[in-house]
């Protein structure tokens, strides 16, 4: 069955970088985007950009551009995304998804790994 | 930047058929879809394509969509339907979210 799990909690202080990854499993990796998506306490998904795994080709959000570097290692079927320079409301809950190409919905979705900004 | 807005909050008595908007620019033409989040759970999608339900939604939960606006409309409403549901788009190459509408089911 198809699974995407990530990897675990962290805490972070404000200016760190943070690094979630994403294993798929259950799929062929190279045949779909893998989106990140976050949810910050109590708000709304806020979209981040997408990586396509057979190319390495990605594409972010705006308000992201600069501080969000998404990658992928085919070889262990694993999606990467990496926010740098961290601020307190940063803070949110990040998800990884799946999807088909443009135009389709995120279908299958990631249990979420919680990022904790604090001094 | 492209917008989706959605009403922050719904209220439906059992049984009754709840409606959830979605408004934004030709919203119709982008093949629009709605997802269900209940708390702490991840998002799952109920809706693709515009009225297409993955496998495993039930049969209550359908939609629309016509010009700027699409609607999720959830018919016999149960009080396990009660959920964020938020609307998404892809919009030249990128993904966007409505801001989320609370179902309350009383």
């Known amino acids: 069955q198809v699974q995407l799990v990530q990897s675990g909690a962290e805490v972070k202080k404000p200016g760190a970088s943070v690094k979630v990854s994403c294993k798929a499993s259950g799929f062929t990796f190279t045949d779909y985007y893998i989106h990140w998506v976050r949810q910050a306490p109590g708000q709304g998904l806020e979209w981040m950009g997408w990586i396509n795994p057979n190319s390495g080709g990605t594409r972010d959000a705006q308000k992201f551009q600069g501080r969000v570097t998404m990658t992928r290692d085919t070889s262990i079927s694993t999606a990467y995304m990496e926010l740098s320079r961290l601020r307190s409301d940063d803070t949110a809950v990040y998800y990884c998804?799946?999807?088909?190409?443009?135009?389709?919905?995120?279908?299958?979705w990631g249990q979420g790994t919680l990022v904790t900004v604090s001094s | 930047s492209y917008e989706l807005t959605q009403p922050p909050s719904v209220s439906v008595s059992p049984g009754q058929t709840a409606s959830i908007t979605c408004s934004g620019d030709?919203?119709?033409?982008?093949?629009p879809c709605w997802y269900q989040q209940r708390p702490g759970q991840s998002p799952v999608v109920v809706l693709y394509?515009?009225?297409r339900r993955p496998s495993g939604i039930p049969e209550r939960f359908s939609g629309s969509s016509s010009g700027n606006t699409a609607t999720l409309t959830i018919s016999g409403t149960q009080a396990m339907d009660e959920a964020d549901y938020y609307c998404?788009?892809?919009?030249?190459?990128?993904?966007?979210f409505g801001g989320g509408t609370k179902l309350t089911v009383l």
């Open positions: 998804a799946r999807s088909g190409t443009a135009g389709t919905s995120l279908d299958y």
């Open positions: 394509q515009d009225n």
């Open positions: 030709e919203l119709g033409y982008k093949y």
């Open positions: 998404q788009a892809w919009d030249g190459g990128t993904v966007v």
